[in-house]
């Protein structure tokens, strides 16, 4: 599998079967939630999101240039 490091994907270790459950392990993600921004914003406007989801994609293609992958399109 492809790994790629970077400070805002959260790490894949490994995961685990029981009988009727699957376990996923993830690194520590201990920014807060996004239930807790809601509540000390009061808001959040489809704007809002848009320049949320935008920095993240930006980033994103920012950083998959950076380490040598090219997109189609």
Excluded: N, P, W
């Excluded at 270790?13 to 993830?26: A, G, T």
């Excluded at 406007?45 to 950083?63: G, K, N, P, Q, Y």
């Amino acid at each position: 599998m492809f790994r790629m490091e970077h400070k805002s994907i959260v790490k894949f270790y490994d995961s685990f079967e029981s009988y009727s459950k699957v376990y996923l392990v993830f690194q520590l993600a201990s920014g807060g939630d996004l239930f807790e921004q809601l509540v000390i914003r009061g808001s959040f406007t489809e704007c809002d999101a848009v320049s949320v989801v935008r920095d993240i994609l930006v980033s994103l293609l920012r950083h998959l240039r950076k380490i040598g992958i090219k997109l189609l399109g």
